[in-house]
């Protein structure tokens, strides 16, 4: 029997509707967006419509997911250490000898220059935690 609403998925044992699982499409567009702008250009050089302009949205549909640029800021750093810490999982793994694991964690840590967009983002963040009690 076809249902009219949309369908369940199932992901982590709980059930996920379409409009969810597009939300949550969205909002990591929305983070993507934010942490390359912040890297680009700085926290305080990002406006919410710049970040509704590279994510292809409106300015509303930004605000709706994140409420404060520091929010977004989190989001972002949260977001960009989850990967960097997928790609350490995926390189380490496989080195068996232990001062190789350790040479390339340093390799994958290291900044590759000054415009290295993790490392901006965590300056974003230790910045702002000085005078953000969100951030902090």
Do not use: C
């Not at 609403?5 to 929305?30: D, F, S």
């Not at 810490?85 to 390799?107: F, G, K, N, S, Y």
Request: proline share 4%.
């Amino acid at each position: 029997m076809q249902l009219p609403w949309p369908t369940n998925h199932q992901r982590g044992g709980t059930r996920v509707t379409k409009r969810q699982a597009k939300g949550e499409a969205r909002e990591r567009l929305v983070i993507a967006a934010a942490a390359q702008l912040i890297a680009e250009r700085g926290l305080a050089n990002v406006r919410i419509v710049d970040i509704a302009e590279r994510a292809a949205m409106s300015t509303g549909h930004v605000s709706y997911y994140f409420p404060s640029k520091s929010e977004l800021l989190m989001r972002a750093i949260r977001q960009s250490e989850e990967t960097f810490t997928d790609l350490l999982v995926d390189q380490l793994t496989t080195i068996r000898d232990p001062w190789a694991r350790l040479t390339r964690l340093i390799e994958l840590s290291a900044a590759t220059g000054v415009a290295d967009p993790g490392w901006v983002l965590w300056f974003e963040v230790w910045s702002n935690a000085a005078t953000d009690a969100d951030v902090a």
